[in-house]
């Protein structure tokens, strides 16, 4: 059953997206069954406006729909998270040769503040503020893209479909690895190196659990490569 903990929300768009982000950061948790009652309550929303929001939602296969029953979280097995993972490892890592080609000064002076925000939430913060810190360097990370198109794809295949695991982290270890990876894939884009950058993407999606995996990603090579952005 939903939490009753009330969130502001406007019209079935906003309640959409609202749902799919309690799902992605799992508080809303693989196969939870979503009652309308309970959707208005929670997002203070009409009872057209939840309807609207749970039918947008079924048809990107967020949830799923049973007559006479109603919704529930789209249940995501293991193997078809692997798939899943390894089609976000694809369009994640198309993106960086243009991510590369573009990025600027700010882009890198901003990503490295969203990378310390998170390590701030890693440290001090709940399941949601983990999430929306993380969120945020990967969407301004990936909104460098010169293609644009992909780019979005990108971004909807990570926030709108059901990519993730239940739990986005493993371990508390998993989770400050992956915020040391995003140090390192700003230092990778401020060096403009496609190749470690694009190791780095593919690391930390796929997140294994071997120690040192961080470690093992290709170092840079003994050519200078010019900063974008000392440290």
Same mark, same amino acid.
Request: glycine content about 4%; charged content about 30%; aromatic content about 4%.
């Given at each position: 059953?939903?939490?009753?903990?009330?969130?502001?929300? !406007? $019209?079935?768009?906003?309640?959409?997206?609202?749902?799919?982000?309690?799902?992605?950061?799992? #508080?809303?948790?693989?196969?939870?069954? =979503?009652?309308?009652? +309970?959707?208005?309550?929670?997002?203070?929303?009409?009872? @057209?406006?939840?309807?609207?929001?749970?039918?947008?939602?079924?048809?990107?296969?967020?949830?799923?729909?049973?007559? #006479?029953?109603?919704?529930?979280?789209?249940?995501?097995?293991?193997?078809?998270?692997?798939?899943?993972?390894?089609?976000?490892?694809?369009?994640?890592?198309?993106? &960086?040769?243009?991510?590369?080609?573009?990025?600027?000064?700010?882009?890198?002076?901003?990503?490295?503040?969203?990378?310390?925000?998170?390590? &701030?939430?890693? !440290? %001090?913060?709940?399941?949601?503020?983990?999430?929306?810190?993380?969120?945020?360097? %990967?969407?301004?990370?990936?909104?460098?893209? @010169?293609? !644009?198109?992909? $780019?979005?794809?990108?971004?909807? &295949?990570?926030?709108?479909?059901?990519?993730?695991?239940? &739990? #986005?982290?493993?371990?508390?270890? !998993?989770?400050?690895?992956?915020?040391?990876? %995003?140090? =390192?894939?700003?230092?990778?884009?401020? +060096?403009?190196?496609?190749?470690?950058?694009?190791?780095?993407?593919?690391?930390?999606?796929? #997140?294994?659990?071997?120690? $040192?995996?961080?470690?093992?990603?290709?170092?840079?090579?003994?050519? @200078?490569?010019?900063?974008?952005?000392?440290?």
């Amino acid at each position: 059953m939903v939490s009753l903990k009330k969130k502001t929300a !406007r $019209g079935a768009e906003a309640i959409s997206a609202a749902i799919a982000a309690d799902i992605a950061s799992g #508080q809303l948790g693989n196969g939870a069954w =979503l009652k309308q009652i +309970d959707i208005e309550a929670r997002y203070r929303c009409t009872r @057209a406006d939840a309807r609207r929001a749970l039918e947008a939602l079924a048809i990107k296969g967020v949830v799923q729909r049973i007559p #006479q029953r109603g919704y529930y979280v789209t249940v995501i097995d293991e193997s078809s998270r692997r798939e899943l993972v390894e089609v976000r490892v694809l369009l994640e890592t198309a993106t &960086v040769p243009g991510i590369v080609e573009r990025a600027t000064v700010k882009d890198v002076r901003d990503l490295r503040r969203l990378a310390a925000e998170f390590a &701030v939430a890693v !440290r %001090h913060g709940d399941v949601v503020e983990r999430y929306s810190a993380n969120r945020a360097f %990967h969407v301004r990370l990936t909104r460098i893209c @010169a293609n !644009r198109e992909l $780019g979005k794809l990108t971004l909807a &295949v990570r926030g709108d479909l059901p990519t993730t695991p239940i &739990v #986005q982290w493993r371990s508390q270890a !998993r989770i400050e690895r992956s915020c040391a990876e %995003h140090s =390192l894939m700003v230092e990778a884009l401020a +060096d403009r190196d496609v190749a470690k950058l694009s190791d780095l993407v593919a690391l930390h999606i796929r #997140q294994p659990e071997a120690s $040192g995996e961080v470690e093992s990603v290709r170092t840079p090579t003994s050519t @200078a490569k010019s900063k974008l952005l000392a440290r």
